[in-house]
């Protein structure tokens, strides 16, 4: 009898997962009026307005296009700058490596408001305020050691005897690298991914800082609808729900590279 009921808690687990996202579904098909007025579950008077304005309105488009512009940057930049660091700390022993291995770690323990000013100021003298690049390197201090972390657990357990190999059948070390060890640990290389770009698009603090109009994120776009009748609260959900989008996608197509490093004891 039990078996028969076995489906009941995930479903319901499931259930209540999805609760959240519905009702933001359900909130941008509606007015703001009928939202704080009524409460109910599927919208009395459905409307597309809360989209077409995001998509007719170029502070918003602009938007997610600056967004996806610095976090793309920001998981290329992070990604290619921790594989040599990983493959130095997986393969070599130096004098301080362990050191220094937690060193790099507690960049990505400190929280982003405490680099805020200093990035600001630093920007600023530079004439890299309100800039895509200003954000992804500011987020690269974060993601850096995040996918030095995981690219060094995955690099760990490929054998050394393949490095070995490869040298003795005459490849040099970038050929071996690119054509033979990069594949290995593909895998890892999909986890660091998709965490530096999860972290870069959620992330308000610095993005917001360090942008002004011609650099400036969604997320800040979003904190910014506050009228003279308040906050419009369908276009915030309308906002919300395409802002889960594109993370939506990123895990879909790195879902098994995720599962396998998991499945690893890599993340």
Known sequence: MMRRFTWLVPAIYIIFLMLPIYWLLNMSFKTTNEILGTF?????????????????????????FNSLIYVVLNTVISVTAALPAAYAFSRYRFLGDKHLFFWLLTNRMAPPAVFALPFFQLYSAV????????????????????????????????????????????YSFSRFFFKIFLPTI?????????FCFMFSWVELLLAKTLTSVAAKPIAATMTRTASTSGYELGL????????????????????NYIAKGFALGRV
Request: aromatic share 16%.
């Open 127 to 170: 004439e890299l305020f309100d800039t895509h690049i200003a954000v992804a390197l500011a987020h690269a201090l974060f993601n850096i050691p995040l996918a030095v972390w995981i690219l060094e657990g995955f690099m760990s357990g490929v054998p050394r005897e393949l490095d070995d190999t490869a040298y003795v059948d005459g």
């Open 40 to 64: 109910s579950l599927w919208p009395q008077e459905f409307t597309l307005d809360n989209y077409r304005k995001i998509f007719t309105d170029s502070t918003w488009y602009n938007g997610y």
């Open 186 to 194: 593909s895998a890892g290389i999909g986890v660091a991914a998709f």
């Open 236 to 255: 915030l959900a309308a906002a919300g729900v395409l802002t889960i989008i594109p993370g939506a996608f990123v895990i879909y197509f790195v879902r």
